[in-house]
């Protein structure tokens, strides 16, 4: 016989008073965001009043759940053509969507912490387009002859909270995952203490300088530990450490470079400071001195992994080996983003519209992320699993709610704690690593 789960809201009612208010606080964050990114438009196009103003067509993105653009305008209840949606869209730039949701982030204080610590991971993905050879985003080589199209998005995620902090969207010929992650460096003020925490990919001399010349800013990045490591990582022994290294960068080659044994990075003479070439950057004087710790453990089926950080002695090996676990949340949520939020199927076909879905997934996400922690479900007291919010379902709620006037915030908490799954620890499947292709569902495509 199956356990009953009982969901409840606090029974004190200033609880859930606060609750409601949360959850009300969210949505007018996001109306004040949509009214501030659209006050910003003006001329002819938008001099006349119209059923698709921009806030109306960004909320509507916001909100969008999968199929056509007839039967998305339908479920919104707007008598509105998808011709006519596109052509809108078309005078809406992205950044308009990005300031959306940059203003929603800035209106909402809900980091948590990991012993005084706010957790960043950073990784990049791709997205899928329609096939466009004139479009920035065609990639075409040997492997892939008839070409692709595709747009590279570099996020930072904080793991803890659950949400999207920045994004850096490419195009796919152009990705460049360390100047991405090196621009939102420049671009952030961490007011309080933040890890970044990366995978192989990032591991380069000038980010890390980028990151201990960042205030408050710590690493935590994997590193290759093969022939092709670092030079001083490779001189370690294949074994269990935590140590300390140091050496010194230097981009020229005299003999005292030489003979101090100096590191020397080939930079190329057309690169200069903040170049956005993938090798050979280089942003720092030289000669540039550089010290962190190298952290190796060994994992359950017997191999070692490394990471380099700048976090102190107090953090012990056990606690850097949890610290890059917890990495993970970035794939998990890169997961929802697409299938669940559905970033796999566009609504458009230009690069342009395709960041305008991207930066709207990102809002909705974030939003209903805010949502799910402020919704609290009771756990039986007999059972097997504890059981945690079904985000793909409060994701269908909360866009529901975001297109529906006067929405009932107590009716949108009450609903996503009705759909909970078990949380079954230790479940281990193995990745599918098929190439998956963009499915072309010229239906669902109006520009």
């Known amino acids: 016989m199956g356990v009953r789960l009982v969901f409840f809201f606090h029974p004190v009612n200033n609880h859930l008073e606060a609750i409601l208010m949360s959850i009300d606080l969210l949505s007018m964050a996001l109306n004040a965001a949509l009214r ?26 916001i909100s969008a759940e999968g199929g056509s653009l007839d039967k998305i305008l339908h479920i919104a209840g707007i008598q509105a053509t998808a011709s006519a949606l596109t052509q809108r869209r078309a005078q809406i730039p992205p950044e308009l969507f990005r300031a959306v949701f940059t203003k929603f982030n800035s209106r909402c204080d809900d980091t948590d912490f990991f012993r005084g610590y706010r957790l960043l991971a950073v990784d990049g993905t791709a997205i899928n387009l329609p096939r466009n050879p004139d479009a920035p985003s065609f990639v ?5 002859p008839k070409g692709v199209n595709q747009l590279h998005a570099t996020p930072l995620y904080d793991i803890l909270s659950r949400t999207f902090a920045d994004v850096v969207i490419q195009p796919e ?17 961490f007011e309080e203490k933040t890890l ?14 980028h990151i201990l010349a960042k205030q408050n800013a710590d690493f935590l990045i994997r590193v290759k530990q093969s022939r092709s490591a670092m030079r001083e990582v490779a001189k370690l022994p294949m074994l269990e450490l935590d140590c300390n290294i140091g050496f010194t960068i230097t981009t020229t080659q005299t003999n005292a470079d030489k003979a101090n044994h100096y590191i020397h990075l080939q930079v190329p003479q057309k690169s200069k400071a903040g170049s956005k070439t993938r090798r050979g950057r ?26 380099a950080t700048s976090l102190p002695a107090s953090f012990a090996l056990e606690d850097i080996k949890e610290l890059y676990h917890l990495r993970w949340g970035l794939e998990t949520a890169f997961r929802d983003l697409k299938y669940t939020l559905g970033l796999v199927n566009l609504h458009g076909k ?18 209903a992320s805010r949502v799910c922690h402020e919704v609290v479900i ?4 007999e059972g097997i699993y504890a059981y945690k919010i079904h985000f793909r379902m409060a994701v269908t709620l909360c866009k529901e709610y975001l297109r529906t006037q006067n929405a009932d915030s107590n009716k949108l ?33 109006a520009a």
Do not use: H
């Not at 075409?140 to 892939?144: A, E, K, Y």
């Not at 970044?196 to 300088?209: K, Q, T, V």
């Not at 909970?420 to 098929?434: E, H, S």
């Open 413 to 445: 908490m009450e609903d996503i704690a009705r759909y909970t799954v078990p949380i079954r620890p230790g479940r281990q499947d193995q990745r599918d690593l098929r190439v998956k292709g963009f499915p072309g569902f010229v239906y669902r495509v």
């Open 173 to 189: 010929p152009k990705k460049d995952e360390i100047g991405a992650l090196v621009t939102m460096l420049q671009r952030n003020d």
């Open 378 to 381: 009771r756990q039986p007291k």
């Open 36 to 61: 501030a990114a659209t006050q910003s438009i003006s001329g002819k196009d938008f001099s006349r009043k119209r059923v698709l103003t921009p806030d109306t067509v960004m909320r509507l993105l």
């Open 140 to 144: 075409c080589n040997d492997s892939i």
């Open 196 to 209: 970044i925490i990366a995978d192989r990919g990032f591991e380069s001399y000038n980010l890390i300088a």
């Open 282 to 307: 280089w942003d720092f004087p030289s000669p540039y001195p550089m010290r962190f710790r190298i952290c190796r453990f060994q994992l359950d089926n017997g191999e070692f992994e490394t990471v």
């Open 350 to 367: 230009s690069d342009a519209f395709a960041e305008q879905e991207i930066y709207a997934s990102l809002t909705a996400f974030n939003f």
